[in-house]
Structures are given as C-alpha cells and as structure tokens.
C-alpha cells in the first residue's frame, strides 16, 4: 500500500484557503494568499493544511517559519548544538552529511545592525527572536533544501526595511509620443466640423516627413469639404462666396 500523499482537489483546497484567510490566522489577509501557500505545500508532497502551520506571510511575502525549516532540518538527517542561549547571544552548530558543519550566532548587537522593523519583538523575546534567526542561516548555509527557497518572518523584515529606504529617482526624460499616420488619417476624414480638424493639429505635428506631409493635404481637403456642406450663413454676405477653410497647411 502506498504511503504517497493523495492530491488534493483543487476544489477542495479552495474551501480550505477561504477558511484559512477568513480565520484571520497565520498572516494570511486573503484566500488567494492561503491558496497559493497550499499548493507550494502539496507540491512538496505535504498536505495543504501544513501551509497554515508552517508558512507564514510577511508584509505581503511567503515565508517559513523558524521552526519548521529546523524540523524539516532534522528529518532530513542534518544535527544542531546549541553552544549558547541567552538574551544578548545564541550560537549553535549546524551539521549534515551532505553540507557538512558550520557554526553561526546572532547578538543583540547584531541585531541592532541590522535595523529590523520589529525591534518590539527583539526587546520583548530577545532569545526567541536570536534563536528563529540562528536556525535560518544555520539551515539554509548547510542544507538549503530544506528551507524551499524561502525566508524566515525575522529575516523578511529586515530586507523589507532595506528595501523600504528612499532611492533617488531617474530622471528618464520626456516620452516620445509616437502617432500612427492611419489613425490621424482616419480621425481627419470622420470630422465633421473645422473644430474637429482643429483639435487633430497636435497629432499631426507629431508626425515627420511624407507622413506629415500627407496628413496635412488630407486636413486641407476635408477642410473644403466642410466648408463646402455648411449653410449659407456661413457665406460672405456680399460676395455669397463660401468662406475659406482654416490653414491647417500653415507650419505646425
């Protein structure tokens, strides 16, 4: 008998992100977050629910909690001694037969050098806080598999606050505008009145060369066509000649 996983419907795991992002709980703000925190846990061959155990969003960023990537650290045959654990310093050694050893350690101070965003945290559970990031760099520098290409919440906040640091604006110069000679022909042999022609004179002072050129023998003639159609009130009343059509020929 297998010991394989079933797939979940995706139906199913619907109704379990609606549940999960209505709770309020782990983080997650909506179903389409919980959703996609499940299927990266069935994809992984876990059930969707562990989602909500073992990820965690973070200002909008999947993340997986300290916690997790230990135990998963451990399944996966890798070993962890913890050398310190207090309140100023944790340190510990990660070792595993496919990334061998290392020894990592986080301080107060270090912490404070980083300048995270949660300092309430750190000052309320100093060695919790030490502890969740000892395990991330201590996992992820000897065995990554374990962590699935994500962070841990601790780790989140620290690069959320770098990234959240004012950057000098690029100054990327004025768009060019770019007008399509079939468009403005169109729009010119549609107007109905000389306002209309009027109000195309900018796009056809965008246009260069042959395609300016052209654009503007067009306005002209629909000029004298609308001028022609007209009543008579706009004839000359001593002459009862048809007034000329606005110069759109002039330089534009």
Not at 53 to 73: E, Q
Not at 167 to 172: A, C, I, L, Q, V
Not at 229 to 238: G, L, M
Request: proline share 5%; charged share 25%; with cysteine.
């Amino acid at each position: 008998m297998s010991n394989a996983l079933a797939i979940i419907p995706v139906q199913d795991v619907e109704r379990m992100a609606l549940a999960v992002a209505k709770s309020g709980l782990f983080g997650v703000s909506t179903a389409d977050q919980a959703m996609a925190l499940m299927l990266v846990a069935q994809a992984e061959g876990l059930h969707p629910a562990i989602a909500a155990r073992d990820y965690h969003i973070i200002k909008g960023r999947p993340t997986l909690k300290s916690d997790a990537m230990l135990a998963r650290f451990l399944q996966a045959g890798g070993r962890v001694e913890w050398l310190e654990y207090t309140d100023q310093r944790v340190a510990a050694k990660f070792s595993h037969p496919a990334g061998g050893s290392i020894e990592v350690d986080w301080t107060s101070e270090r912490v404070q050098r980083a300048d995270t965003t949660n300092k309430s945290m750190h000052k309320q559970y100093p060695r919790q806080m030490l502890r969740a990031r000892v395990i991330s760099e201590g996992v992820r520098t000897v065995f990554p598999g374990c962590t699935s290409g994500m962070y841990a919440p601790e780790e989140i906040e620290t690069t959320q606050s770098a990234s959240m640091q004012p950057r000098n604006p690029k100054d990327m110069g004025n768009a060019e505008i770019v007008v399509d000679l079939q468009q403005v022909l169109k729009r010119i042999q549609d107007a109905s009145s000389v306002d209309d022609l009027e109000a195309i004179r900018p796009d056809i002072r965008r246009l260069r060369g042959d395609d300016k050129q052209s654009a503007l023998v067009a306005a002209k003639q629909r000029g004298e066509q609308i001028r022609a159609s007209q009543s008579i009130s706009d004839a000359d009343p001593e002459t009862g000649e048809i007034l000329p059509p606005t110069n759109l020929q002039e330089e534009i």
